[in-house]
């Protein structure tokens, strides 16, 4: 992979170590970093037939696993759950010893946002993961449905009354003891976030392909929300693959 926004780095030059480095959180975190990961097509669209999978290069499929390796936590929509059939993550040996190196448990916990408790307990994300999910929930979900999670062997934590809004997410993930956050969508959770100001971090991968169809974008919501950002980085691999990193101007540099 070659670092276009860095002329002081050889082309093909950026190994494992590297890369790691380009996307590691601050060091030295008060409080819960949001970092959000989505893969587009060129021209916009965050899925191909509903899903997004059909979108991921290997470089994409590289830097997603190491995203989840860095994070303590990954939150996701309950529609994204449901669409990409989510399992737990997966780990490795060598990958727990990478984790535990790290001061990080060595699963990183599912959790899935869901205002309204609407999750079949077939989903992969109750049957094939090490870890049980954790379910971000409202006092307005149905009490039936929450029971029936809670049989599948999720564990549920009512964070809001009504609607669960960017406050009220980064303060359940701030009482679990989360610092370092992996949002991998969808686009409702994630224009919510913009929307309320919470969002400190974008990993968002062009796939180079053009896809057309009916999608829509990474980030959906009733009301525009501006966030001002800078670039991290932008690494392109051999296909074409584009590979960036966002931060909201205010907050610090990234490693270098």
């Known amino acids: 992979m070659q670092r276009l926004d860095d002329p002081s780095v050889s082309p093909r030059t950026i190994d494992d170590a590297g890369l790691r480095a380009l996307y590691a959180y601050p060091a030295e975190l008060t409080r819960p970093w949001m970092r959000i990961n989505f893969v587009s097509s060129l021209d916009g669209a965050v899925a191909v037939e509903g899903r997004s999978g059909a979108l991921g290069t290997p470089a994409d499929k590289k830097v997603f696993g190491l995203l ?5 936590v990954i939150v996701v929509g309950a529609g994204t759950v449901r669409s990409e059939n989510y399992g737990g993550a997966r780990t490795s040996e060598a990958l727990r010893e990478r984790r535990a190196a790290s001061g990080l448990a060595p699963v990183p916990p599912i959790v899935v946002v869901t205002a309204s408790g609407d999750l079949d307990s077939d989903l992969r994300v109750f049957t094939d ?14 009490k039936s449905k929450l029971r029936a999670l809670e049989q599948a062997g999720a564990d549920v934590r009512v964070i809001a009354d009504h609607e669960i809004d960017g406050t009220a997410l980064l303060t359940a993930i701030e009482d679990a ?10 686009p409702r959770l994630f224009g919510r976030m913009i929307v309320d100001g919470v ?21 959906t919501a009733p009301l525009a929300g501006l966030t001002e950002m800078r670039r991290a980085h932008l690494v392109s691999d051999d ?8 931060l909201r101007a205010s907050n610090p540099e990234p490693p270098s």
């Open 199 to 219: 969002v400190d971090d974008l990993c968002l991968t062009w796939a180079p392909v053009l896809a057309a169809g009916a999608e829509g974008r990474i980030a």
């Open 129 to 142: 993961t090490t870890i049980p999910p954790v379910v971000f929930t409202t006092d307005r979900a149905p």
């Open 68 to 72: 989840r390796e860095l994070a303590d």
């Open 239 to 246: 296909d074409g693959t584009l590979l960036t990193r966002w």
């Open 177 to 186: 003891g989360w610092k370092r956050v992996l949002c991998e969508g969808g």
